[in-house]
């Protein structure tokens, strides 16, 4: 269901014709940049935390994870993801499909990783656990409605 609030969504921003569905799972970066047919890197993972009565979710590369030292530096506290069973009422999605998009906006901010920069286009999921919407940083700053782009996250230490 969250898939067509996705779409319905990014209508507004010309990108819902973008968005792919896929037969099989796109959960984890691994199986979407299958599923996709691009690196893992391209995957921009959507990341959801915890910060008072709301959430943050920073959209990262597929390669990288959250420094605590610069998410602290950055928002003033340390990083605490949300509880599995706190993903949906904060974010609108479930796991595997959270995504910057048709989110509540009284209950998150959004950040996008510098990370993703080096790419023309990334993939963040689309709402479900079988789908994604390639996107330039341009639409995806825009149709996340983000705060700012934001310097927190580390490449993987199997990444040079």
């Given at each position: 269901m969250s898939v067509e609030m996705v779409k319905k969504y990014l209508k507004n921003y010309g990108l819902d014709n973008k968005v792919r569905e896929f037969k099989e799972s796109s959960a984890t970066v691994e199986l979407a940049a299958k599923a996709a047919g691009v690196i893992p890197a391209r995957i921009a993972k959507t990341l959801s935390f915890k910060v008072g009565d709301h959430a943050i979710l920073v959209v990262t590369a597929g390669d990288t994870k959250v420094d605590n030292k610069k998410y602290k530096e950055k928002f003033g506290l340390k990083a605490k993801m949300l509880q599995p069973e706190e993903v949906m009422?904060?974010?609108?999605?479930?796991?595997?499909?959270?995504?910057?998009?048709?989110?509540?906006?009284?209950?998150v901010e959004t950040y996008l990783d510098e990370s993703m920069k080096r790419f023309e286009t990334v993939y963040p999921a689309a709402g479900s656990s079988n789908s994604c919407v390639e996107v330039t940083m341009e639409e995806l700053y825009k149709a996340s409605k983000a705060k700012e782009w934001v310097d927190v996250c580390k490449f993987l230490d199997s990444v040079v």
């Open positions: 009422e904060y974010t609108g999605h479930a796991i595997g499909g959270v995504c910057p998009f048709a989110t509540p906006d009284a209950n």
